[in-house]
């Protein structure tokens, strides 16, 4: 996940994500004109490195799917803060649910993290993969993948 915060570091971040990683581009904050710049050097970056990149809002950039919104072209994520948010993407046929917050993250500040049980009955019984996201690092996602998550993403981590 990007997001305004990381400043620069998010470069380095993506040079040292393994190849078939996802990149979720939001950057919702940023001037359009500026962003737009910004999503094609992510996608020249994602596109040398073999990084799945979906963007988040509207773009007229070409990548490989969407993250919520309306699905125009390829793959689509979807964010699933509670168990109706996770049927409304299992409805959209979303590729894949970001269950969050896992744990607490400053990325929302004011949400208590839902932990990894509560995660795992938010998108219980779908057929959609299950990406964790909040407060995510390596040593949480070694905890917690046998809960049946498919990935986990962060922004923080990658700060570090």
Not at 51 to 66: E, F, K, P, Q, Y
Request: proline content about 4%; hydrophobic content about 45%; glycine content about 12%.
């Amino acid at each position: 996940m990007t997001d305004e915060r990381m400043g620069d570091a998010w470069w380095p971040a993506l040079r040292r994500l393994p190849p078939g990683s996802g990149v979720v581009f939001r950057h919702y904050a940023t001037a359009t004109a500026e962003r737009r710049l910004l999503l094609r050097r992510v996608r020249r970056l994602a596109h040398a490195r073999r990084l799945v990149l979906v963007v988040a809002g509207t773009s007229t950039i070409r990548t490989d799917g969407v993250h919520g919104g309306a699905r125009t072209r390829g793959i689509r994520t979807w964010p699933a803060h509670c168990r109706g948010e996770a049927l409304a993407g299992e409805r959209a046929g979303a590729d894949a649910l970001f269950v969050s917050p896992v744990y607490a993250t400053r990325s929302h500040e004011r949400a208590v993290g839902l932990g990894p049980a509560r995660a795992v009955r938010i998108a219980r019984g779908l057929g959609t993969k299950v990406v964790a996201l909040g407060g995510m690092d390596a040593a949480r996602w070694r905890r917690i993948r046998r809960f049946g998550f498919h990935g986990w993403a962060a922004i923080d981590a990658w700060m570090r």
